[in-house]
């Protein structure tokens, strides 16, 4: 079977079973619609909300995100992850005690007045609006890259699905979609996050993983990577360059926006009691570990990953990067989508990505002959990137391979997970 | 029969529970990081280590101790909810 109708007929069957359990689940009545008749089991509501939040930008940017960022990516591990304890201990439980529908409604009846709830609706718009841009960005690239079609049709029927199950199942419908989302969406993360740690450390669980050694070297992975990173002029992968001011505000914030998201609070009214909203704000939080714990693991990982792709050999040596005609199939494959592109500043034929607005660095590069960064790489897609070219590589090490051997693979489009 | 030991309980919990919070994610994973960074942990800096795992970890386990210190004080003072379904977490 080739690869493309394997791709549509699992998407397919993923689809197919979101809106099964869309018409088996569908809302019966206003309760149903709104807050699942307030019988969703903790569990199931805690996976839920690991789905809900978990949607594109965990999904597919941040590994990436934080491959780039290094220690500064932590704001977002601990932002998006430290405001689980905020909801957990000051709102989920009271909101749940007051047993309303939504979170306006619950404003509306707290401060006796109809423009304190018009204000929080308009709010709620706002804060909704705002994240769904972003998440649909996320949708468009997802379905163009499986419909083979542009973004825009991309999202077009992206929302198309959602909508249509959306609106059958009411809030009912969506919890147990998002129960069936999330171990989709959890299998496809782990299950090549795996595999790659395995290959480049040989342990199997990513969050060991990159806190150990690389396969074959014996040196840290974290100390392997600062190395290579510094020597490529970019500050150290463990030590940030934001100050510690910027990190400790940016968290602060990111944890007290995930603790008022609209979409997650209201999740919490969909548990029978008090002490299931408090419990399952903790199952929420473990879904979500899974994924936010392997993602910094993943991140290092891609990024020796796609360093010593680039840096085949010594820095500054003649035949130290990788030649473009050599490249491997998955850079093409987004050269393609424009989420990869390489400029030979030098034209010598050889990719070098290096920190080019450090001007420490810049004396040395002139002398090798360095002309500027020749890689631009799309963060947002980085992660998608690496899943594509970290499943498919089979023996890959950082330092087994001579320099510049080619390794193309024939099979190598069938690695999208 | 909610009475204001319930709500100091309650209240010193919480206050409790945030400070481990602060102390891990603000407190070891960024104003003590540089610090915290000279203790290596397999191959990790501890202070890195703290920013990317070991606060989500703790946060994890701050929520299930939240939920069941809650419960217990919950039947201590009688406000325990009646189970509308016989479900056990």
């Known amino acids: 079977m080739d690869l493309t109708t394997l791709t549509y007929m699992v998407v397919g069957a993923s689809f197919a079973l979101y809106i099964g359990i869309a018409f088996w689940s569908k809302a019966q009545g206003t309760g149903d619609f709104y807050v699942a008749g307030k019988h969703v089991h903790p569990v199931a509501n805690g996976m839920a909300t690991a789905a809900d939040w978990m949607s594109a930008a965990s999904f597919i940017s941040m590994a990436g995100l934080i491959a780039f960022l290094g220690y500064d990516g932590s704001v977002y591990l601990m932002g998006w992850t430290g405001g689980y304890v905020l909801l957990a201990l000051l709102l989920a439980p009271y909101l749940r005690k007051f047993g309303k529908y939504t979170v306006p409604e619950f404003i509306g009846e707290?401060?006796?007045?109809?423009?304190?709830?018009?204000?929080?609706?308009?709010?709620?718009?706002?804060?909704?609006?705002?994240?769904?841009?972003?998440?649909?960005?996320?949708?468009?690239?997802?379905?163009?890259?499986?419909?083979?079609?542009?973004?825009?049709t991309g999202l077009l029927v992206g929302m198309g699905i959602v909508f249509f199950y959306a609106v059958l199942g009411g809030m009912k419908g969506i919890t147990y979609t998002q129960v069936a989302q999330y171990c989709v969406l959890i299998f496809a993360y782990t299950v090549p996050a795996v595999f790659v740690s395995l290959q480049v450390t040989g342990v199997a669980i990513p969050q060991i993983a990159f806190g150990s050694t690389v396969a074959d070297g014996g040196a840290w992975l974290l100390t392997?990577?600062?190395?290579?990173?510094?020597?490529?002029?970019?500050?150290?992968?463990?030590?940030?360059?934001?100050?510690?001011?910027?990190?400790?505000?940016?968290?602060?914030?990111?944890?007290?926006?995930?603790?008022?998201?609209?979409?997650?609070?209201?999740?919490?009214?969909?548990?029978?009691?008090?002490?299931?909203?408090?419990?399952?704000?903790?199952?929420?939080?473990?879904?979500?570990?899974?994924?936010y714990t392997t993602a910094p693991g993943v991140g290092a990982i891609a990024r020796l990953n796609l360093t010593t792709t680039m840096q085949t050999g010594p820095v500054g040596a003649a035949d130290g990067n990788l030649v473009y005609e050599e490249r491997p199939q998955w850079f093409r494959t987004w050269e393609e989508t424009g989420l990869l592109s390489f400029t030979d500043h030098n034209a010598d034929g050889r990719i070098q990505y290096y920190n080019d607005a450090n001007p420490e660095f810049?004396?040395?590069?002139?002398?090798?002959?360095?002309?500027?960064?020749?890689?631009?790489?799309?963060?947002?897609?980085?992660?998608?990137?690496?899943?594509?070219?970290?499943?498919?590589?089979?023996?890959?090490?950082?330092?087994?391979?001579?320099a510049g051997s080619p390794r193309r693979s024939p099979r190598r489009r069938d690695c999208f997970s | 029969m909610k009475d204001g030991g319930y709500w100091r309980a309650n209240l010193r919990l919480v206050a409790g529970c945030l400070a481990v919070w602060f102390l891990v994610s603000f407190g070891c994973g960024i104003l003590f990081v540089d610090l915290l960074n000279e203790i290596p942990l397999g191959g990790f800096r501890l202070g890195f280590w703290f920013a990317q795992q070991g606060s989500i970890y703790v946060f994890l386990v701050l929520i299930f101790?939240?939920?069941?210190?809650?419960?217990?004080?919950?039947?201590?003072?009688?406000?325990?909810?009646?189970?509308e379904e016989q479900e056990e977490d």
């Not at chain 1, 997650?264 to 548990?271: A, H, P, S, Y």
């Open chain 1, 224 to 291: 392997t990577l600062d190395g290579i990173v510094t020597d490529l002029g970019f500050p150290a992968y463990t030590d940030g360059t934001k100050s510690g001011i910027d990190v400790f505000f940016i968290t602060l914030a990111l944890m007290i926006g995930t603790a008022g998201l609209p979409h997650v609070v209201v999740r919490f009214f969909t548990v029978p009691r008090v002490r299931d909203a408090r419990i399952s704000a903790g199952y929420a939080l473990l879904f979500i570990a899974i994924l």
């Open chain 1, 110 to 152: 707290r401060y006796y007045s109809r423009t304190a709830r018009v204000v929080a609706v308009i709010c709620l718009i706002i804060i909704s609006f705002t994240y769904v841009a972003g998440q649909m960005r996320g949708v468009g690239i997802v379905f163009s890259r499986f419909l083979g079609v542009d973004i825009t």
């Open chain 2, 65 to 83: 101790f939240y939920a069941w210190r809650m419960g217990r004080l919950d039947r201590e003072h009688g406000v325990e909810e009646l189970a």
């Open chain 1, 362 to 402: 810049a004396a040395r590069a002139a002398e090798y002959g360095w002309k500027g960064n020749e890689l631009t790489v799309d963060r947002t897609s980085s992660s998608l990137r690496t899943r594509r070219s970290r499943g498919c590589r089979t023996g890959w090490s950082p330092s087994s391979r001579p």
